[in-house]
């Protein structure tokens, strides 16, 4: 059973940091691209970043380019979202995707969640 587990978030003040880590487990990911997501309430969910597992290539999001770097750790198969410079409009639920590279688009599998918030 395919599982991606999210942590990592909560509560911070603008121009803070958060990591936000998923664990992925249940099967081989070395041919697809791991992603975040988000999606703040009453907006579509919209994509952050995405890694290939094999190679590391990054993309982002131009709301997040120079502030939020996505990695991963194939040996504990680990993907990371080092978020920095937290602004109040990145408060959202995030997510942890697994999908079709390079942009993990289409998205085979998702995470449950978790909540970033970010006050002013």
């Known amino acids: 059973q395919v599982q991606l587990v999210e942590s990592g978030g909560g509560l911070v003040q603008a121009g803070g940091s958060l990591r936000l880590s998923c664990a992925a487990s249940?099967?081989?990911?070395?041919?697809?691209?791991m992603g975040w997501f988000r999606q703040a309430p009453g907006k579509e969910r919209e994509f952050v970043a995405a890694i290939r597992w094999n190679g590391g290539s990054t993309y982002d999001a131009n709301s997040v380019k120079g502030r939020f770097t996505i990695s991963r750790d194939n040996a504990k198969n680990t993907m990371y979202l080092q978020m920095n410079s937290l602004k109040p409009e990145d408060t959202a639920v995030y997510y942890c995707?697994?999908?079709?590279?390079?942009?993990?688009?289409?998205?085979?599998?998702w995470g449950q969640g978790t909540q970033v918030t970010v006050s002013s």
């Open positions: 995707a697994a999908g079709l590279p390079p942009r993990c688009n289409p998205v085979v599998y």
């Open positions: 249940g099967r081989t990911f070395s041919n697809y691209a």
